[in-house]
């Protein structure tokens, strides 16, 4: 081969082999390659080119959670996706993972295509849950009563609560007819909630 001429197809053309060329637009272009051999015949070929836009990385806005909550998380704008750091994802390599953070945590994702890439940052803030202990774990007579006891927070909520005298009170009174697990749950000063229990063994009362 003596010669190549490159028509890019946007005005520009090229001798060189092999060639570059910048285009300043998007758009669809069509490349001719005409090459001369040594025999002073030519030959040519024709191909495209996409020129597309650079990839812009787009998320969903920060949230705040409670401790033991999960959040999906959303990003957009390209092909391939790498979320750091991976700990408390379901997936780091999907547009839509569950996050699942134990503390605060900033979310990187890199978004990209087969030529460019960008970046962004989701912000999770996770707010502690309340410290629910609730008592006592006991055996009593069918027919007797026992109090319950629940702390850590500033609502309660009792269940199941049909042998309760209050579902709201942190300390109920409780007369089981049969051996049952009561949940509380437990709201903090920040809205978060968290559930505790306590199991009331009841025996039959032995007459005689």
Known sequence: MIGW???????????????TNI????????????????????????FTVDILPPVEALVSPGATICEGQSLQLFAEGGIFYDWTPSAGLNSDVIADPIASPVIPTTYLVEVSDLCTSDTASIIVDVLPAPDAQ????TTLVRGDEVRLHATGGIE???????????????????????????????TGTNGCTWTDSVLIQVEPRCDG
């Open 23 to 46: 285009y300043s637009n998007l758009d669809l272009y069509t490349i001719n390659l005409i090459v001369e051999g040594d025999n002073g015949c030519r030959s040519d070929t024709f």
């Open 134 to 137: 609730a008592w006592p774990d």
């Open 156 to 186: 309660y909520l009792w269940f199941p609560g049909d042998s309760l005298s209050d579902v709201f009170d942190p300390n109920p009174i409780a007369d089981p007819s049969t051996t049952t697990t009561y949940f509380v749950l437990v």
């Open 5 to 19: 001429l490159w028509d890019f197809g946007d005005g520009n053309q090229s001798t060189d082999n092999p060639a």
